[in-house]
T-cell receptor
Framework: DVKVTQSSRYLVKRTGEKVFLECVQDMDHENMFWYRQDPGLGLRLIYFSYDVKMKEKGDIPEGYSVSREKKERFSLILESASTNQTSMYLC?????????????FGPGTRLTVL | GQNIDQPTEMTATEGAIVQINCTYQTSGFNGLFWYQQHAGEAPTFLSYNVLDGLEEKGRFSSFLSRSKGYSYLLLKELQMKDSASYLCAVRPPYGQNFVFGPGTRLSVLP
């Protein structure tokens, strides 16, 4: 079974703090994604990566950065957390092989910024 | 532009059949996915359609009409454990990104 793990299930930070969210997958997938999920808005793509050290902006990259130094690990960084970044953050991974290939999601990190 | 629409909430009775609709307007199309997400958990893959028609998988079926930009997920013989959010996602023709709809929260009542 594919396993995608995220470093924390719940996180509480203060405005202005630097926040790191870590994601690790064990299936040697090329592609990794960071989404945020908010009620009524669904999943919105923040950043994705299709290879080590490669990154692409998604739909809402402002206020975020990412790092992919190893194939299995994709980190999301909030340089200076703000209250509007309070959300559920979901990491996903997938392959590039076929159009039928799905994405596999981690359990999510619920981040609260006070 | 890309837009995917789903009803926000639905309620159904245990043992019944429910149909969750998804309409999409996207610049290109390379497949439509349905995911199930229980509260506090990760979305999990349910089904995939790329050609018009019905795909059946046990109690769950998914239908696609590309000309109408329309899909539905059909759940039969509803069980209490089917209470969850159901996410519709479209894969554009290039790249591996998905565009997700807002999700439909289904409540199954006894």
């Amino acid at each position: 079974d594919v396993k995608v793990t995220q470093s924390s299930r719940y996180l509480v930070k203060r405005t202005g703090e630097k926040v790191f969210l870590e994601c690790v997958q064990d299936m040697d997938h090329e592609n990794m994604f960071w989404y945020r999920q908010d009620p009524g808005l669904g999943l919105r793509l923040i950043y994705f990566s299709y290879d080590v050290k490669m990154k692409e902006k998604g739909d809402i990259p402002e206020g975020y950065s990412v790092s992919r130094e190893k194939k299995e690990r994709f980190s999301l960084i909030l340089e200076s957390a703000s209250t509007n970044q309070t959300s559920m953050y979901l990491c996903a991974s997938g392959t590039s092989g076929r159009a039928t290939d799905t994405q596999y999601f981690g359990p999510g990190t619920r981040l609260t910024v006070l | 532009g890309q837009n995917i629409d789903q009803p926000t909430e639905m309620t159904a009775t245990e043992g019944a059949i429910v149909q969750i609709n998804c309409t999409y307007q996207t610049s290109g199309f390379n497949g439509l996915f349905w995911y199930q997400q229980h509260a506090g958990e990760a979305p999990t893959f349910l089904s995939y359609n790329v050609l018009d028609g019905l795909e059946e998988k046990g109690r769950f079926s998914s239908f696609l009409s590309r000309s109408k930009g329309y899909s539905y997920l059909l759940l039969k013989e509803l069980q209490m454990k089917d209470s969850a959010s159901y996410l519709c996602a479209v894969r554009p023709p290039y790249g591996q990104n998905f565009v997700f709809g807002p999700g439909t929260r289904l409540s199954v009542l006894p």
